[in-house]
């Protein structure tokens, strides 16, 4: 089964830093589109980031660019997203999405929650 | 950057009923809109992408559909696990986009 895992959520201090991982399972993510998305407690979907198959191209949400990276490593069936920086308004349940054999960001993980609270 | 508007917001349905939900593109997408279906405390799960196809598994009763850059999701004979809240996405050029959100209550 094609599926993947985020990990690396936590509460940190505004200001602070974090790195989420997303392992895929049953597949070699290598090829394909990696998305980043967020919803805040309450609240819609928000896209965050998106890293190319290749790795060679890396988008992002207004709201972090500066802030955030994404990056993978495709040796270990990874992908990254470094949170430096963190604001209140960051805290959220992230989701990673692989555009899997598609275009479309379509294999949701389960989430991983990140707080950023004093 | 592209907007999408979707609406309702929030619509009130009976089991067996047919509901659409919108999306207006703020330009053009070349059909690259996809659907999902969210439930309370649950990971989204796509149910269409490129305006209209099915993704592996979705019945038949969910459909796409567009003009233009107004994209529609139909969802025909409602029973009780399609209530939830839907989004539209467009990932024709970063940064991708979300609708706000449909939530689709039992009246």
């Known amino acids: 089964e094609v599926q993947v895992l985020e990990s690396g959520g936590g509460l940190v201090q505004p200001g602070g830093s974090l790195r989420l991982s997303c392992a895929a399972s049953?597949?070699?993510?290598?090829?394909?589109?990696m998305s980043w998305v967020r919803q805040a407690p309450g609240k819609g979907l928000e896209w965050v980031s998106l890293?190319?198959?290749?790795?060679?191209?890396?988008h992002y949400a207004d709201s972090v660019k500066g802030r955030f990276t994404i990056s993978r490593d495709n040796s270990k069936n990874t992908v990254y997203l470094q949170m430096n920086s963190l604001r209140a308004e960051d805290t959220a349940m992230y989701y990673c999405?692989?555009?899997?054999?598609?275009?479309?960001?379509?294999?949701w993980g389960q989430g991983t929650t990140v707080t950023v609270s004093s | 950057d592209i907007q999408m508007t979707q609406s309702p917001s929030s619509l009130s349905a009976s089991v067996g009923d047919r509901v659409t939900i919108t999306c207006r593109a703020s330009?053009?997408?070349?059909?690259?809109l996809a659907w999902f279906q969210q439930k309370p405390g649950k990971a989204p799960k796509s149910l269409i992408y490129?305006?209209?196809k099915l993704q592996s598994g979705v019945p038949s009763k969910f459909s796409g559909s567009a003009s233009a850059t107004d994209f529609t999701l139909t969802i025909t004979g409602l029973q009780p696990e399609d209530f939830a809240t839907y989004y539209c996405?467009?990932?024709?050029?970063?940064?991708?986009?979300f609708g706000r959100g449909t939530k689709l209550e039992i009246k």
């Open positions: 996405l467009q990932y024709n050029s970063p940064p991708y986009t």
């Open positions: 490129a305006t209209s």
């Open positions: 999405v692989c555009s899997y054999q598609l275009l479309v960001p379509h294999v």
């Open positions: 330009q053009g997408i070349n059909n690259f």
């Open positions: 049953g597949f070699s993510l290598s090829p394909y589109d």
């Open positions: 890293i190319r198959g290749n790795g060679d191209a890396t």
